[in-house]
């Protein structure tokens, strides 16, 4: 009895740990189509402010944090003439291959794949925009050896146009009862969106903005040219944009470096109306690189404003910039200070109307004597109140710093063209204004109210 009960009970064991195994082997399975389904990264990402716990299954509705990121979004030039004459099966393998290469590449830059939409990625990196930068290098250096094995197999190679942003945004769990799902959001993700479509309007394939160059390590080990301002949806004050020509080929990218400050002095001049010393820069740029298609650009530009009067332009130049009340803080001496930098940028613009070299000297002087007196107190209050993103806050702040000091030193010096130093001085401020005094400084503000708040309770 004993011998056949063991039997019996061996027997059952063995189909119990058979089942478990199968159960183990299933939940496995279901575990690695869920993190193919879902960012699992980005839903951690989400949920980790809550007790520390950094439990997958712990992220519920509503949970959210904020963190600064860069955003991606990528898109396939001409996807639908591609495909037009594919059948559905061909167009669906075509768009798998080229979606798991990206998302190789995304993943190998620290990147997360948000979601895939249509023929576009969007895609965040959490950790630098320097690893957003080098991703996007990355991508478009790999496509072309993608189109080698298109070109191969009778297949028109494809281009793609990739827009960087770097801002505050808001991850967070959205949804309802029966289906939720991690997102991002914020002015920051509509800005990518916004530098992506500005790839095709300046043909060429990466765009990134102002905050993702400023967030950069060191932006020399790029190869990056001040493009535009341009007006964006969404947004009242117009942008600074710039192009990544890393990925151009070897000659054309040395040539590009080597008219560098030529066409960036023939942009301020274009912005200021000097259209004549414009053409002329504009020009010689094509002649050291006649394959320069954003001077062409520009050269055409010019040439409208010749047969038409047209300017396509921002008008930044000769507008004063309002105090309005999305600008305040409601913090009295920091607004204050902020309506201070606001009267000495239109002092600034009044001085480029008159040439003024001397009134714009001592405004540049003025900012730079602000900012050593407003930097450090900021500085101190993020370190005491443990301010999550203090760390992008002060180099954004150590950025700015020597921006302002190199303009300071060339406006001294009387050696640079003054409009040219005008433009950068103003774009310089603007930009300042808009994205660091009236967001990052509003958000650190922010977050000391609710901290006292808290406190409070």
Not at 14 to 37: H, I, R, T
Not at 239 to 251: L, R, T
């Amino acid at each position: 009895m004993d011998a056949a009960f063991s039997q019996q009970f061996a027997c059952h064991l063995a189909g119990e740990c058979a089942a478990v195994g199968k159960l183990s082997s299933a939940l496995s399975q279901a575990s690695a189509v869920y993190g193919k389904l879902i960012p699992v990264r980005l839903m951690e990402i989400c949920g980790s402010e809550k007790d520390g716990d950094h439990d997958i299954l712990s992220v519920e509705l509503g949970d959210h944090t904020e963190k600064q990121m860069t955003v991606m979004f990528s898109d396939i030039r001409n996807f639908t003439s591609l495909t037009e004459g594919m059948t559905t099966r061909q167009s669906l393998r075509f768009i798998n291959s080229y979606f798991g290469q990206m998302d190789s590449v995304i993943a190998h830059s620290n990147g997360i794949v948000d979601k895939f939409i249509g023929d576009g990625i969007m895609a965040l990196f959490p950790s630098s925009a320097d690893d957003a930068l080098r991703g996007a290098i990355d991508m478009i250096m790999h496509v072309r050896h993608y189109n080698e094995g298109r070109v191969r197999a009778n297949y028109d190679p494809i281009q793609i146009g990739i827009g960087l942003n770097t801002g505050i945004v808001m991850v967070c769990i959205v949804g309802g009862e029966h289906r939720m799902s991690s997102t991002v959001i914020g002015d920051a993700v509509n800005l990518a969106s916004r530098l992506e479509e500005a790839t095709k309007m300046y043909h060429t394939p990466i765009v990134i903005s102002q905050s993702t160059l400023n967030d950069l390590a060191d932006n020399d080990q790029y190869c990056v040219r001040f493009l535009d301002r341009i007006k964006v949806k969404g947004r009242t004050q117009p942008v600074s944009i710039y192009e990544v020509f890393d990925c151009d080929d070897h000659v054309l990218r040395r040539s590009k470096i080597t008219t560098i400050s030529m066409f960036e002095k023939a942009v301020s001049f274009y912005h200021m109306r000097n259209i004549e010393d414009a053409h002329v820069l504009f020009s010689e740029c094509l002649e050291i690189t006649p394959e320069d298609e954003q001077a062409r650009i520009y050269l055409r530009r010019c040439e409208d404003y010749h047969a038409s009067g047209i300017h396509h332009g921002t008008g930044e130049m000769t507008v004063k910039l309002e105090w309005k009340p999305r600008h305040s803080s409601g913090i009295e001496d920091l607004d204050v200070a902020s309506r201070e930098v606001v009267n000495k940028l239109n002092e600034l613009t009044l001085s480029v109307a008159n040439g003024d070299r001397g009134s714009m000297l001592r405004i540049l002087k003025f900012l730079r004597w602000h900012c050593d007196g407003v930097f450090p107190i900021e500085e101190s209050l993020m370190k005491e109140h443990r301010y999550p993103l203090a760390e992008h806050h002060v180099h954004a702040h150590r950025r700015f710093a020597v921006e302002l000091e190199s303009l300071t030193a060339q406006m001294e010096e009387k050696e640079s063209e003054f409009s040219y130093l005008a433009f950068r001085g103003k774009m310089l401020i603007l930009d300042w204004f808009e994205s660091h005094m009236s967001g990052s400084d509003h958000h650190f503000i922010r977050f000391l109210k609710e901290e006292v708040n808290q406190v409070c309770l």
